[in-house]
């Protein structure tokens, strides 16, 4: 007889563990803390968009879509780019719906990275970058954005690029640190990239979140960047639906037909209501136009509150976090001063040196403004006793 039996796992990704903002928001819920730690919305979307996937499921549009995406959202992500940033990708053969950014990113670094290649990343960096390139089997090669303006330090990056390298990856505008990437800063990527054989990742997400009149630049508007590129968007950051988990790639036909082998073995496709719902809401621009205004208010409202506290704001260019030096209230290292706030202030926050492999440390945290304006108003009663 045989007794029943796991077999042992050698881990693909033995470093991963519980995310910190797994453990942050277990902590603020834990401490009934205001949780600014995780980037969601604690609002609701327009109404019109629920309606208009609740009419696509009575519509009887409930069956597998077509691999690479709904045509009719396929076509209205390559208008929009078009008009936004002057590129024209068809749809047909450049634009895949995925199931949100993060499964993008991944398929995109599935799709082009063998083992041994490298692939280089900007720190601080959103968390699944580093493990979806040891997945693949590639190297990290991690450069860090300057500290102090966290903009980024084009002769390290010069320096990190080498034979081996793949691919980079690029996020603006910037999460955590809230840094939107110039039309200047784009050319110089564009001239560094231009006699490499090197691929973009170009994560836009928080496209639509630029403030004081500030662009967004997006690889799709730089010829020689858009050539190399997998430009990648997130319905769920731009409509306040994070839980839908839809997103967008645009690139290239060759690159978009090596990334749909991946993505068609991986998801094989997305689900159809919630496709033929954006599709339709798209046909409004106000929605996404009148982004950066709905956010630039909370930003205000939420760094004028701030001011009142020792908590010193770090500039917020775009996106929807604010980052703040502490070292005048505390001297305790990130992770424990953002666990300190939660239990003792009451509101949660996430280390910024979550988002550097070796846990560099500067005294900065990072909190999100995306909450409605009595969240944002507790919160600030709260941080004004720092
Ligand atoms: C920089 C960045 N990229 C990608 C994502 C993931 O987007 P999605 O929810 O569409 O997978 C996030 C979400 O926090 C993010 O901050």
Redesign the pocket.
């Known amino acids: 007889m045989y007794q029943a039996r796991t077999p042992p796992l050698a881990s693909r990704l033995p470093n991963v563990g519980t995310t910190i903002f797994t453990v942050m928001s277990a902590l603020a819920a834990e401490c009934g803390a205001v949780n600014l730690g995780q980037?969601f919305p604690d609002f609701h979307c327009d109404p019109a968009l629920v309606e208009h996937v609740h009419a696509a499921m009575q519509e009887g549009l409930n069956q597998y879509p077509p691999m690479a995406g709904v045509p009719a959202l396929r076509q209205a992500v390559a208008a929009k780019i078009a008009a936004l940033h002057g590129r024209r990708y068809d749809a047909d053969r450049e634009i895949t719906i995925t199931a949100?950014?993060?499964?993008a990113?991944l398929t995109a670094v599935l799709c082009c990275v063998h083992p041994g290649d490298e692939v280089v990343v900007l720190e601080p960096c959103?968390d699944?970058y580093a493990p979806n390139v040891e997945l693949a089997g590639g190297t990290v090669v991690r450069v860090p954005l300057t500290p102090g303006t966290f903009r980024p330090d084009f002769e390290r990056i010069a320096a990190a690029l080498g034979p081996r390298t793949r691919a980079i990856i690029v996020?603006t505008p910037?999460?955590p640190a809230a840094v939107v990437w110039t039309r200047a800063e784009m050319q110089r990527l564009a001239e560094l990239l231009a006699p490499t054989d090197v691929l973009l990742i170009a994560?836009e997400?928080?496209e639509h979140m630029v403030f004081d009149g500030g662009e967004h630049v997006s690889a799709a508007a730089i010829p020689e960047l858009a050539a190399r590129a997998f430009v990648?968007s997130?319905?769920?950051?731009t409509f306040h639906v994070?839980g839908w988990?839809v997103?967008s790639v645009a690139a290239p036909a060759a690159l978009t037909a090596e990334f749909r082998k991946v993505h068609q073995f991986n998801v094989f496709t997305v689900n159809t209501p919630m496709q033929h719902g954006l599709a339709r809401y798209l046909a409004d621009p106000a929605p996404y136009l009148d982004l950066a205004a709905f956010y630039q208010r909370k930003r205000d409202l939420f760094r004028a509150g701030l001011a009142a506290s020792r908590l010193r704001l770090l500039p917020c260019e775009g996106s929807y976090f604010q980052s703040v030096d502490y070292s005048a209230v505390s001297d305790l290292p990130e992770a424990e001063f953002c666990q300190w706030l939660t239990r003792e202030i009451g509101v949660a926050a996430i280390p910024m040196s979550a988002f550097y492999e070796g846990g560099f440390e500067q005294h900065i945290a990072r909190l999100c403004f995306a909450k409605r304006d009595e969240t944002l108003q507790q919160a600030l009663d709260r941080l004004a006793r720092l």
């Open positions: 980037g949100g950014a993060t499964q990113i959103y699944s996020n910037h999460n994560d997400v928080y990648v997130s319905f769920g950051k994070t988990k997103g």
